[in-house]
């Protein structure tokens, strides 16, 4: 049995069928839907199982959804519902401190900085304690006369300001007994109390500050000075 047109409902006999959108079609109804032009399978476009031309081809475009009363009731219920979750989250998270940063590489450098200026400062404070430091001012031993205070028709007198206090010669740490210590790396001095070696250098007259510094001399060189613990390996 031949089918029927879907366009004119007739009889579609194989001589002039046309089979496309689902449908079968006379060559003469197989036409835009608006302009009524005879389309071909190659140059149609379907839309709905309707044929249209490239000129008249329906375009999608988004729908503004209408601000209704019941459009608004369900924003601001979602709204609550999101400052409900919020709360709820915050009571979780309340008094359990900060939280773990992961370790990138961003965050390494930052700790690496960190570490820097911490040794430098640790640097300056060594530095300080070698030198001797300041010496507290004097105090007098009698509490009276240091209260006391002349007339005014009487301080017209010479004054000499009290000698400043003799700071203490820097001095070398005492060595370690017999240590002797050969470096697996090369450094480079970074501060003037370090002192600069090359791998297999051996250094003498070892102390042990920290487990990260130590001061010894470079039996090369001659020269003594801080250097990292972690550059040198005990003989």
Known sequence: ?????????RVVYPTEK???????WHKG???CEICKMTLNMKNYKGFEKRPYCNAHYPKTNFTCVADTPENLRLKQQSKMQSQVLYKEEFEKNKGKGFSVVADTPEMQRIKKTQDNISNIKYHEEFE???MGGEAPPLQPNN???ASYQPPAASQNYHYEPAPEPIRQAATAPPPSAGKRYRAVYDYVAADEDEVSFVEGDVIVDVQQIDEGWMYGRVERS???GMLPANYVDAI
């Open 1 to 9: 049995m031949n089918p029927l047109c879907g366009r004119c409902n």
């Open 128 to 130: 300080k304690s070698r």
């Open 29 to 31: 109804c197989f036409s």
């Open 18 to 24: 046309v089979n496309c959108l689902d449908k079968y």
């Open 222 to 224: 001659g020269q003594q």
């Open 143 to 145: 509490p009276t006369a």
